[in-house]
Antibody
Framework: QVQLQESGPGLVKPSGTLSLTCAVSGGSISSSNWWSWVRQPPGKGLEWIGEIYHSGSTNYNPSLKSRVTISVDKSKNQFSLKLSSVTAADTAVYYC????????????WGKGTTVTVSS | QSVLTQPPSVSGAPGQRVTISCTGSSSNIGAGYDVHWYQQLPGTAPKLLIYGNSNRPSGVPDRFSGSKSGTSASLAITGLQAEDEADYYCQSYDSSLSSQVFGGGTKLTVL
């Protein structure tokens, strides 16, 4: 079955760029699914960041759109998140997830990776 | 402030039935967008519990059920078990925000 694994630096300096990758195993990123990023600040709820299709089409949360870029690398079967101009408010656990577009739900999730924004 | 409103907490004794509400508006649930539910056990990633308002993925016990009416949706858990103690989130799409949205989450305590 499909598994997702997030990776990237656990510490990012304020005003810097957060970069994470989600490796897809057990299936192809070129399948008819979308791929999403979701984050969860400490002690808080879930926030949708955005999504990408293997064609490169993207949708972003309007509240983050000016700072977010999601890209796909089909040769490596992975997709990535870049969040620029980070502040302490971007400190969170970041999850990647597979999106089933028939009903739009996230059926497979990575374990998550903690990113702290601090100098 | 989430556009989907959930009670911060609910509780119940083992064996009892509890419900968790998810209240939206005419731009999300009321507009006909589907509602999905996730369970998040402490320290773990969210897990899909209900999709498309009332459908259970394979492996999810039939003690969990979902429904939707008007601008609200509900998750019901019957035969409450200690292992059900977790945070629960609803999710839908909001056309005014042009974004997927989550409820604020509900912490279920099994007494």
């Amino acid at each position: 079955q499909v598994q997702l694994q997030e990776s990237g630096p656990g510490l990012v300096k304020p005003s810097g760029t957060l970069s994470l990758t989600c490796a897809v195993s057990g299936g192809s990123i070129s399948s008819s699914n979308w791929w999403s990023w979701v984050r969860q600040p400490p002690g808080k709820g879930l926030e949708w960041i955005g999504e990408i299709y293997h064609s490169g089409s993207t949708n972003y949360n309007p509240s983050l759109k000016s700072r977010v870029t999601i890209s796909v690398d089909k040769s490596k079967n992975q997709f990535s998140l870049k969040l620029s101009s980070v502040t302490a408010a971007d400190t969170a656990v970041y999850y990647c997830a597979r999106v089933k577009k028939d009903y739009y739900y996230m059926d497979v999730w990575g374990k998550g990776t903690t990113v702290t924004v601090s100098s | 402030q989430s556009v989907l409103t959930q009670p911060p907490s609910v509780s119940g004794a083992p064996g009892q039935r509890v419900t968790i509400s998810c209240t939206g508006s005419s731009s999300n649930i009321g507009a006909g967008y589907d509602v999905h539910w996730y369970q998040q056990l402490p320290g773990t990633a969210p897990k899909l519990l209900i999709y498309g308002n009332s459908n259970r993925p394979s492996g999810v016990p039939d003690r969990f059920s979902g429904s939707k009416s008007g601008t609200s949706a509900s998750l019901a858990i019957t035969g409450l078990q200690a292992e059900d103690e977790a945070d629960y989130y609803c999710q839908s799409y909001d056309s005014s925000l042009s974004s997927q949205v989550f409820g604020g989450g509900t912490k279920l305590t099994v007494l």
